[in-house]
């Protein structure tokens, strides 16, 4: 954006050579619906992205709910039978601890989502055996299991749900166009007001960075890795 700013500067102090009036005649417009479509567009990118932030943030809450709700309703079941699937269920949030540590490390990341998976489908077999001679566990136990495994899926997409990646090119494209066009606007000052290039170029950069770094609270600076925590206690409680 600074290189910008003084590529659109010359721009303008050669046109004023040869054209003193009609530099900067009519430009204004131009340079007010740039700078507003930026506004808008930082606005609307910058809302989006902290919405769907608390939504992941939710998520992880939900989740130890439902997985907490689906353990406690195993009480109903036999002994024999309900040790098993509750050392399962253990074994089973261990893996989903794992998927949300490894995220960054996309091969690992998709060895344990096949692990939970897997888990997945031999709680709900297990269940649904142990439940045959227990009708009425059943009628509690499967619908809180069968939430535990949707919440999976839920989560699983919020994390790939992004704006299309032309929205964050424009993003890009249009800060570096307004500091073109701020450059050349500023040209009929004698010296460079660096505290203003500056300043504009480190608020673009600073605003686009939080927006993108809670567009991805697994990889930055702001995180929903403290939300984990939730499930860590339901964990710690399943003794």
Known sequence: MILLFEVGRRAAVRQMRTDTEGTHSGTGVIES????????????????????????????????????TAYLRLDMLGGAERA??????????????????????????????QETQALQLKIWQDVVAASKTNPDAS?????????????TTTRTMA???HPPMIIFV????????????????????RKRNWLHIGGFAAVMAISIYVILDMEYPRQGLIRVDEFDQALVEVRQSMK
């Open 84 to 113: 098993s699937i509750q050392e399962a269920f253990r074994t089973y949030l261990d893996s989903r601890l794992d998927f949300y540590r490894n995220l960054t490390d996309e091969t690992t990341a998709v060895q344990n989502l």
């Open 159 to 161: 994390m790939r749900m």
């Open 170 to 189: 424009m993003l890009f494209g249009i800060a570096l166009a307004s500091a073109l066009f701020a450059g050349h606007g500023m040209a009929k000052a």
């Open 33 to 68: 619906a740039v700078f507003g479509l930026l506004a808008l567009l930082v606005g609307f990118t910058f809302l989006g992205a902290a919405e769907r932030f608390d939504h992941r943030r939710d998520l992880v809450v939900d989740e130890a709910n439902k997985i907490g």
């Open 139 to 151: 009628r509690l136990i499967l619908p809180a299991l069968n939430e535990m495994i949707d919440i």
